[in-house]
């Protein structure tokens, strides 16, 4: 969907239009109150959904159910001495039928010239078909619930101002039932992952937000003041370093799905607020997690969205293991041409690669090119699902080496849809191995790469307490729900996404 221009005599017009309806609407609003009608009552006791309310229609059965439903009306045809409107609740929508000689003359008057498209009203009645085939509610009662002072966008188009739906989500969700159904996918596949993940003996933990150092990825963090410790603290950028903390304490199996927060741009597949699902599991190494990837994703998207095949762009995307695996090296070499191991320091691959247009400097780590080739070159090719295997040990300060190769690391990245939807390895368990590879970092820090991780003193002391072989995961779950719902924009998939302020 593309961003709509707004003029400035538009948007000067269509301001004065929203006052003159804000002014009609007020004075609605006081009709209501000298009339004795509360605009906004405490309570309303209804008996079905909108939903369980269609569902229970039985044309077989002469004396129908009496219904008490509510909602918002998002639709009205007024006429003489009838009218329709249709109303809207979380479960869906019902078409109610109100008529001056089922509800009363003053009743009817008010429900014609007092109440609007946009507020909430109580329905008492019976179903019946009308003759265009519609389940209807029949009125003998209409309630005001919710005097609604604004107006809902034009509703043959629905919220199509891209700016507006993410400010104003409420709107978004109102009129565009893609959007809520995106938003009720979410639900689902979370809820999916916690059962596939507790069915499996994993447990589910909380870790702290505010911490006194920051790490389990490479990333800028947000600092923040406790007052009271009178100390610098930072928002977690990951879960990770604490659920391992468990593992050393002896939870074999432990998960977090929780809000992390990295200080980094905006743009279609970066929020600097987003939700992270981390898992580990004692002895367990990476195809152990490769493993259980390939089957949580099908399940997860089977229950979600009924299939476990999904478009992306135009592409069928099938999800049922297994899923190819190929080493990082090879990907690389194949669709960049570039070899890194063949250039083993960080100036000789810089000008190997240095006339490639990569957004790379002179002082860029060896790591940071290699991920640039594999960005630009390797994932946008990665349509099916692709485990990219073995890493160079300088990309994974967190994970294991290889045995038979120790300038590689145990780890795994996962992609579906031409992006990342997954990242894993064989967890670093070696305290002094951990110790020289956060030295490391800490060059890199002093020479100005700011996503750099720290030295992490407390954590080591925990691993010198001895950590067994571990296999860890992460999943962002905004990133699985674009590629699962087809979503071009991790806007579209968070309810309240982080915007720049106004003018």
């Known amino acids: 969907m593309s961003e709509r221009t707004v003029q400035p005599a538009q948007a000067e017009a269509a301001e004065t239009d929203a006052d003159a309806l804000y002014a009609a609407r007020l004075g609605k609003l006081d009709a209501l109150r000298r009339l004795g009608i509360d605009p906004y009552p405490a309570r309303y006791r209804r008996t079905s959904t909108t939903a369980e309310a269609l569902e229970s229609f039985d044309e077989s059965t002469p004396q129908q159910q009496v219904h008490r439903v509510a909602g918002r009306i998002v639709g009205r045809r007024v006429m003489g001495k009838a009218s329709f409107c249709h109303i809207q609740d979380g479960a869906g929508r019902l078409q109610i039928y109100v008529r001056t000689d089922r509800v009363g003359a003053e009743p009817y008057r008010v429900f014609r010239d007092e109440i609007d498209v946009g507020d909430h009203i ?40 891209v700016e507006k739906r993410y400010r104003q989500r409420y709107l978004d969700l109102i009129v565009n039932r893609e959007s809520r159904e995106v938003f009720l996918t979410r639900t689902r ?66 998960y977090e799905i929780g809000r992390v927060f990295r200080n980094e741009g905006l743009d279609i597949h970066h929020n600097p607020e987003f939700t992270l699902l981390e898992t580990y599991e004692a002895y367990a190494d990476y195809r152990d997690v490769m493993a259980m990837v390939e089957r949580m994703i099908p399940r997860v998207a089977l229950e979600a969205l009924g299939t476990t095949t999904v478009k992306v762009d135009g592409h069928e995307v099938r999800l049922d293991p297994p899923w190819q695996r190929v080493p990082l090296r090879d990907a690389i070499r194949e669709y960049s041409g570039v070899d890194f191991a063949e250039y083993p320091d960080q100036p000789s691959l810089y000008e190997r690669v240095s006339t490639l247009g990569l957004p790379i400097t002179p002082t860029s780590p060896r790591a940071k090119i290699i991920d640039e080739l594999l960005s630009q070159y390797v994932e946008p090719k990665l349509v099916q699902p692709t485990f990219l295997i073995d890493y160079p040990v300088e990309l994974s300060p967190l994970a294991k080496r290889k045995p038979d190769n120790p300038d590689y690391v145990e780890r ?75 979503s071009h924009s991790i806007r579209d998939v968070i309810l309240f996404p982080q915007m720049r302020a106004r003018a």
């Open 122 to 161: 109580g329905a008492t009645g019976t179903l019946f078909r009308t003759r265009t085939g519609e389940v209807t509610l029949e009125a003998t009662e209409v309630v005001m619930l919710s005097k609604s002072l604004r107006p809902l966008p034009e509703k043959w188009h629905g919220l199509q101002d």
């Open 189 to 254: 596949v979370v809820s999916a992952i916690r059962r596939f993940l507790d069915e499996r003996g994993f447990i589910e933990v909380e870790t702290p937000c505010l911490q006194p150092l920051y790490g389990g990825a490479t990333a800028r963090p947000f600092i923040t003041h406790y007052n009271a410790l009178d100390a610098d603290v930072y928002l977690r950028i990951a879960t990770e370093l604490y659920l391992k903390r468990l593992i050393v304490g002896g939870f074999d199996k432990v």
């Open 412 to 486: 795994f990245e996962a992609f579906a849809g031409s992006f990342e939807i997954a990242n894993a390895f064989s967890e670093l368990n070696d305290p002094i191995d951990q110790r020289a590879r956060f030295a490391d970092q800490l060059r890199n820090l002093e020479a100005g790469d700011v996503e750099a991780h720290r030295m992490d003193e407390d954590f080591i002391l925990a691993l010198e307490h001895g950590m067994p072989p571990t296999g860890g995961l992460g999943i962002g779950i905004d990133r699985l729900l674009i590629f699962l719902t087809g």
